[in-house]
């Protein structure tokens, strides 16, 4: 279910909801700014990926309306003939998506001189969209894990493959203490070969080496301070990908603990 970001245009309600970290547009909203009065016609004269639906709650409960990407919005503003068109494109071009781009919110002249006058309004709005935004980043991070899970699951194991997988994986910290070093010295030497890189609080491999089972990523349910229950992805390297940091690091010179012949301190 989406949430409703509401915006006027001469008095008429133009609403939006945000897919994909997008802005959609309700199309029977956009048809009326634009006085167009069939919107099913105009909906089937759009492309599959320039239209969906989206479950909304308005007053009258959870409704299902028909919702248009940026790109449906400007084919439906070519089908108008009228002046009303050139002046609501302007309107969307130069205000509306301008302003979300730049402030993550539709940031109006009168709301801007609000957050001047009210300083308690402007800190109630940066917090919503700061916390906004550390939701997007969360589900970005938790795509990625998952896409990442999804490549994991591709390859069909060998029996080499089998008898690597039949042992736990291990945590990054676990490998790098077989050479002297911590897991974030470790993770980071592997994201400078180019290996793996980091997003959100989760490192995954580039997707060369995601479909070769060198990883396996665990999902842990936590509790947090507010008693609502949260999760966090961790990566753990599968023995074949032990052999494979073993293999590689050797190449570049560095050597596991035993191979050395002496002991060194944890980085």
Not at 6 to 21: A, H, L, M, P, Q
Not at 31 to 37: F, R, V
Not at 51 to 66: C, F, N, R, Y
């Amino acid at each position: 279910m989406n949430e409703l970001q509401i915006f006027s245009y001469e008095g008429k309600e133009v609403r939006t909801v945000e897919k994909n970290s997008e802005v959609w547009w309700v199309l029977k909203d956009v048809c009326n700014a634009l006085e167009i009065g069939n919107s099913r016609m105009v909906a089937d004269r759009l492309d599959d990926d320039e239209k969906g639906v989206s479950i909304t709650d308005t007053p009258g409960g959870k409704q299902e309306l028909t919702v248009i990407s940026e790109s449906g919005l400007y084919n439906v503003i070519l089908l108008s003939r009228k002046p009303e068109a050139k002046k609501f494109k302007r309107w969307v071009t130069h205000e509306v998506l301008p302003s979300i781009r730049k402030y993550g919110a539709y940031m109006t002249q009168a709301t801007i001189d609000r957050v001047l006058a009210d300083p308690d309004f402007g800190i109630r709005l940066l917090t919503q969209l700061k916390a906004e935004k550390a939701k997007n980043a969360e589900l970005t991070a938790l795509v990625s894990a998952k896409n990442q899970q999804i490549a994991e699951m591709k390859p069909k194991a060998s029996y080499y493959d089998v008898i690597l997988n039949c042992k736990d994986a291990v945590a990054i910290s676990v490998i790098a203490k077989d050479y002297g070093k911590s897991g974030k010295w470790l993770n980071k030497y592997l994201h400078k070969l180019g290996i793996q890189f980091k997003q959100g609080n989760i490192w995954l491999l580039y997707q060369k080496y995601a479909e070769k089972g060198f990883t396996c990523t665990k999902t842990h349910s936590y509790l947090a301070s507010d008693r609502t229950t949260h999760s966090n992805i961790h990566t753990y390297w599968t023995q074949k990908g032990r052999i494979f940091i073993y293999e590689l690091l050797k190449a570049h010179g560095v050597l596991p603990l035993i191979e050395q012949g002496m002991e060194a301190e944890v980085v």
